[in-house]
């Protein structure tokens, strides 16, 4: 089963700012099918990002996805109010596992 | 409009049974996989099993494997999680999501809204 770790477990940020979100894996997620998601308080998880770097139906350009076989990296650019919220990463290259979540706060 | 509709909350004691479901609609249901994932309170996504409506095709996480039972009705199209012996530690919110290519399994595009699961004594 290929684990998901992600970094930090909690980024500390500012409106306007840039937030950073590592997924790193314990084998090679083949083809970079790996996805992101963003989930508030009380709500399902929202699709971000998918196969690595594209992104889904209706999400802003501020979210972008990069990354190949173990090291994955989603980036929020300026940060807006809205974006504070909990990430997962997500591999289906080899069955499916989440990541533990990376919690994005006001700082 | 896809929609996917989860049964409402449960509250249970040890040792009961429970069956929970998950309606679609506005898509062709049997081509899809669906797949239910568990969510603990305070805690992180679990993938816990997924299932291929058009054939019944079920595989599970091995964390799950022989704790829950997964299952369809096509003609209904609805999928089910069941248990036959609830534990506290089953306490818990449960989605279904459908992933979003045709007949694959990837990224989930639509998730229900949920299905909390209280067991208690």
């Known amino acids: 089963e290929i684990v998901l770790t992600q970094s930090p477990g909690t980024l500390s940020l500012s409106p306007g700012e840039r937030a950073t979100l590592s997924c790193r894996a314990s084998q090679s997620v083949s083809s970079s099918y790996l996805a992101w998601y963003q989930q508030k308080p009380g709500q399902a998880p929202r699709l971000l990002i998918y196969d690595a770097s594209s992104r889904a139906t209706g999400i802003p350009d501020r979210f972008s996805g990069s990354g190949s076989l173990t090291d994955f990296t989603l980036t929020i650019n300026r940060l807006e109010p809205e974006d504070f919220a909990v990430y997962y990463c997500?591999?289906?290259?080899?069955?499916?596992?989440f990541g533990g979540g990376t919690k994005v706060e006001i700082k | 409009e896809v929609q996917l509709v989860q049964s409402g909350a449960e509250v249970k004691k040890p040792g009961e049974s429970l069956k929970i479901s998950c309606k679609g609609s506005g898509y062709s249901f049997t081509k899809y996989w669906i797949a239910w994932v568990r969510q603990k309170p305070g805690k992180g996504l679990e993938w816990m099993g997924i299932?291929?409506?058009?054939?019944?095709?079920?595989r599970y996480s091995p964390s799950f494997q022989g704790q829950v039972t997964i299952s369809a009705d096509k003609s209904i199209s609805t999928a089910y999680l069941q248990w036959s012996s609830l534990k506290a530690s089953d306490t818990a919110m449960y989605y279904c999501?459908?992933?979003?290519?045709?007949?694959?399994?990837?990224?989930?595009?639509?998730w229900g809204q949920g299905t909390l699961v209280t067991v208690s004594s």
């Open positions: 997500q591999q289906y290259g080899s069955s499916l596992t």
């Open positions: 999501a459908r992933p979003s290519r045709i007949g694959s399994i990837t990224d989930f595009d639509y």
């Open positions: 299932i291929y409506v058009g054939d019944s095709e079920t």
